[in-house]
C-alpha cells in the first residue's frame, strides 16, 4: 500500500477516527491491529519475516532480562545477545543479499545455482535494524526489558513507520505507544500540514525528477551531455522522495499524539560531508554510531592501534586515526545496507573514505585557515564549503544510481566532457511526452524554488508552520490551499512509482 496512494489516505483516516472512537485502554491494541492489517497488505507470506524478527528479539530480550534479575554480568549473557544478532540479521541477508551474492558466484565460477527468488519484505532494514537496537540497549542495561509480547509486537511494527523508518528507539518510543492519547485539534491540523508538504515533495518534485534521472541513466550514451544534472536530479529526487515520505510518516504519527524521531535536518545546506551525514537519515547515523562506531573506537584491537598510531605520527594526527578507521568501517557497513551490488560497497568506501582523510587532515586544514586568516565564520567562506559539500554529493550519486561502478566512472567523465542542458528537451515527460517536458521542468523548477525557499528559511532559524499559524485565519488557510492545489495540479502525470526507501 503505497503511501501515495488513495487507499492508504482512506486506511489512515479510518485508523485515526478509529483510534479515537476505542476505549482508552484499548487504543494501542488498536494501533497493532492497524500495523498487521497495512503489513498484511503487502503479502501474507511477508508477515512471517516481520513476526521471526518481533520473537526472536522479544525472547532475546526476555531471557537478558531474566538473568540480569539473576546477578549475571554482561560477558556472561553475550552469548544470547549474540545469537539473537545472528539470526534477526540472518534473517535480512537471506532476503536482501542471497540472490546477489548467488549471481556472483555463478559468474564466478561459470556455475548455474538457482536462487531463493524471494521478494524483499518491505521495510525488512528497518524493523530488523529497530528491534536489533532494543536487544542492544537491553544487554547494555540502558532499558528493561518489555515482558509484554503485544506491547513489543506494536513497538517493532508500528505501521507509519514500518515502511522506512525512521528507525525508533525504544527509550523514545515505547511509553508513547502505549499511552491513551486524547484528541487534540492541534496534533491533527499539524500532522495534516506535515503530510501535505511531503506529498507536494513526493509528487510535485521528486516524480518529476524521476522523469528525468530514468531516461539519462537508462541511456548515458545518448544523454552524455546531461551527466552532471542526472546526478544532481537524483539527489533532488532521493532527497525529496525519502524526507516526503518521512514527513507523511512523522505527521500521520503526530495525528495520534506520537512524536517520532527527525530523519533529515536540510543536508543539502551541509558544509561537511560528515556535516551531511548528521543531517541525512539522522536515525541510521545515530545507529551506527551508538552500535557500531562507539564499540569499535572503545574495542581492545583499537587501542593498540591508537597507542602505535601516537608513536608513529604523534599525538594529534595519531589520535584521529582509530576514528578514520571506524569511520571506514561505519561506511562500509553503509554501503551494504544499500545492496550487496559492488557499487553500494563502493559507495560506502567513497564516503568512509572522505571523511577519514578529512579527520587525519584536520590539524592540517586549521593550519592552512591560520595561515589565510580564515576564521571560517566569513559568509563568502560558509558558502564556499556549502558548494564544495554539494559538488560531492553530487559526485557520490553516481555510484548510488549507476548500474555498475564503471558506468558510474563513465558518467563522471562525461560530466567533465560534455554539457549539453538543452538535451533535456528531449526527454519525454509525462503522458504528452516531448510536448509537455518544458512545462514539466518549469514545474519541477518552481517546485525546487519552494523547496530552497522554505529551507533557507528553516536554516536561519524561522519555524514556518508557526510562522503561519501567527498569520489571519484565511492568510494561512490559502498557503495550505495553494499547496494542496499544487499537488493536484501539477503533481506528475507519469506513471506512479513507490518510494525509493519502501523496498530497503
Known sequence: MSLVSNTFLIFAGASVVVYYLAPARFRWIVLLAFSYIYYLTSGVRLVGFLLFSTIVTFAAGRIIGYLYEKGRQPKQVRWILILALLLNFAMLCMTKYADTLLDGVNALFNMNLRGMDLALPLGISFYTFQSSGYLLDVYLKRVHAEKRPLHYALFVSFFPQLMQGPIGRYSRLANQLFEPHTLKRENIIRGAQ???????????????????????????????GLAFFGALLYLIQLYTDFSGAMDIV????????????????RPLFATSVADFWHRWHITLGTWMKDYLFFPVTLSRWMSKISSWSRKRFGKQTGRMVPIA???MIVFLAVGVWHGAEAKFVFFGF???????????????????????HITGREPWYHGFMIARTLLITISRMFFNRADTIGQAFQMIRYSLTSFRPGLLLTIPAGRDGLSFTPYALVILV??????????????????????????PLPATAAVYFALLLAIGLFGSTAATKGFIYAQF
Do not use: H
Open 325 to 327: 578507521i571506524a569511520d
Open 194 to 224: 506535515r503530510m501535505l508538504w511531503g506529498f507536494f515533495k513526493k509528487m510535485v518534485i521528486s516524480d518529476w525528477a524521476m522523469v528525468f534521472v530514468d531516461a539519462i541513466f537508462e541511456a548515458p550514451e545518448q544523454y552524455r
Open 250 to 265: 512523522i505527521g500521520l504519527a503526530q495525528m495520534f499524539g506520537i512524536t517520532l524521531d527527525e530523519n533529515f535536518q
Open 350 to 372: 567513497y564516503n568512509g573514505l572522505i571523511i577519514a582523510v578529512s579527520e587525519l587532515l584536520g590539524v592540517q586544514y586549521r593550519k592552512w585557515k591560520g595561515a589565510l
Open 446 to 471: 518552481c517546485g525546487c524554488m519552494v523547496l530552497f525557499t522554505v529551507e533557507v528559511l528553516q536554516e536561519r532559524g524561522v519555524k514556518i508552520r508557526e510562522s503561519l499559524a501567527k498569520l
